[in-house]
């Protein structure tokens, strides 16, 4: 445990690094906004996306900061500026899969049979990265973004899982670094699903945000290590949490938020799981990586392991939130980590 103490230590300072900066790298180049410029009939409060390739982090070396970019959005006409925010985090909980999508997004709504310009200017501090910009034009319509709702409850099953990668000892954003190990690992896991969603800005998809605690559910913070983010559909979202052992067997419950690209949020009514033990689950069930496994040899890696119940006491959650942050450090630090079913 020793020896992971300053991986940990740097772990935390990447967290809430991205938590208080606009923590993505530069731009190598500009790749098209969405509407597509040129597009009408853009809901009057409506949002913008943006997208654009990146350097990599080894010629970067650090984050990008917020004050690297200018977004200004103005009447074609007029050019009377309109109000609206830049947020560099929305469909990018990492940024590590290909494009970076950012959204500009209306403080109020927008007039409407408006053609609007949106200018972005990347201006970087950080030396070797160079400046560009881009502009799109597009005209509002006279429609707002229909109502999101969520149509189903959040459902949760408990599972257990083997997962292959690489730990390495100078870990990147995206993995990778020197003196790489592989690793195999089986994980006590609550698989939680969202119902259909509908309305919002559905084209976008939908940011839904889960968050785990023990006996009773915290509101999903994504600054926080109880919560996760993943993007969902309309058929819905399904998000994956570490159950983490925290030495009982105990109660773990969840909560969810849906947020769509307009800035509309829908909140889920939260559930507990049954009383869950982490380390009986993976003590009865068979590791099927290793043919010496003396477990019962009927289970099943993927055996469903719990059931729903809504309701139940509560309990503090500090112990849980600092044993699930050291968990989802420690994966964060993995690369590439695959399931082997």
């Known amino acids: 445990m020793k020896k992971n103490i300053s991986i940990v230590m740097g772990a935390l300072l990447v967290f809430h690094a991205s938590a208080a900066w606009a923590c993505f790298p530069g731009v190598g180049e500009f790749l098209a906004a969405s509407p597509a410029s040129g597009a009408t009939d853009v809901p009057r409060d409506g949002a913008i996306e943006v997208s654009w390739t990146s350097p990599s982090w080894v010629e970067t070396f650090a984050c990008s900061p917020a004050e690297d970019w200018q977004v200004v959005a103005r009447t074609a006409v007029s050019q009377e500026v309109i109000p609206g925010s830049f947020d560099m985090a929305w469909k990018n909980p990492t940024w590590c899969d ?32 160079e400046p560009d910009s881009f502009s799109a034009t597009f005209t509002t319509g006279a429609a707002f973004v229909p109502e999101l709702s969520a149509q189903g409850p959040i459902t949760a099953s408990t599972l257990v899982r083997t997962v292959a990668g690489e730990e390495c000892m100078q870990p990147l954003p995206c993995g990778g670094g020197g003196g790489c190990t592989p690793y195999t690992e089986r994980q006590a896991v609550a698989k939680v699903a969202i119902g259909p969603i509908a309305g919002g800005q559905a084209d976008f998809g939908y940011l839904v945000e889960v968050a785990m605690g023990e006996g009773e559910a915290p509101s999903p913070d994504p600054t926080q290590p109880h919560t996760v983010r993943t993007m969902g559909s309309s058929g819905g979202a399904v998000a994956e949490l570490v159950l983490p052992d925290l030495g009982h067997p105990y109660v773990p419950c969840f909560s969810a938020k849906v947020h769509d690209a307009s800035g509309q949020v829908v909140d889920l009514e939260s559930i ?4 869950v033990d982490p380390a009986a689950m993976l003590a009865r069930t068979p590791d099927p990586t290793d043919p010496t496994d003396p477990t019962d040899p009927g289970g099943s890696p993927d055996d469903d392991e719990g059931g729903c119940s809504i309701g139940s006491a509560p309990h503090s ?13 420690s994966l964060g630090l993995r690369r590439r980590a695959n399931r082997r079913l």
């Open 317 to 329: 959650t500090t112990p849980f939130s600092m044993t699930l942050l050291f968990s989802i450090l």
């Open 272 to 275: 507990c799981l049954e009383e």
């Open 98 to 129: 290909g494009a970076i999508v950012a959204r500009w997004q209306p403080t109020a709504a927008m007039p409407a049979g408006t053609e609007i310009q949106l200018d972005i200017s990347y201006v970087p501090s950080t030396v070797g990265t």
